[in-house]
């Protein structure tokens, strides 16, 4: 989670039409502030680290429809390319803990590492 010393950080997403959403940061700060692209949604279940490392998603703030997201964790085995392509994660709710033999990070972590960055509660 992006946190500062006073607990979590607040995020926005604010639409090409002016509708504004509020949420909490996760993954990584973007740059200057803002992240920019076309959002575009995934209705997997599971999955979510194969979408947000495929690269057809190169340019594109990917919401998933999904409630909750992240419970089983990373691995660098599931990735569909080298790191992701995506420009940010909209995420409803993020999975604080990881439970899965073959997680190696969370996908916090993982967009932390890869500079994308993410709004949860949404």
């Known amino acids: 989670m992006s946190e500062s010393r006073n607990g979590p950080q607040a ?21 200057d502030g803002v992240a920019t692209g076309e959002v575009v949604f995934n ?10 490392t495929d690269p057809s998603y190169a340019g594109q703030i990917i919401t998933f429809t999904v ?3 992240g419970n089983y964790g990373v691995n660098d085995e599931d990735h569909e390319s080298r ?6 994660v909209v995420v409803r709710d993020l999975a ?11 996908l916090d ?8 960055p993410g709004i949860a509660g949404l």
């Open 67 to 69: 409630s909750h997201l």
């Open 43 to 52: 209705t997997v279940l599971s999955g979510y680290q194969e979408v947000i």
């Open 11 to 31: 995020a926005l997403l604010v639409l090409a039409d002016g509708e504004v959403f509020e949420g909490e940061a996760i993954g990584a700060a973007p740059a």
């Open 83 to 88: 790191r992701p392509f995506c420009r940010g």
């Open 96 to 106: 604080r803990r990881r439970s899965n033999w073959r997680a190696t990070g969370d």
């Open 109 to 116: 972590g993982l967009l932390q590492d890869h500079r994308v």
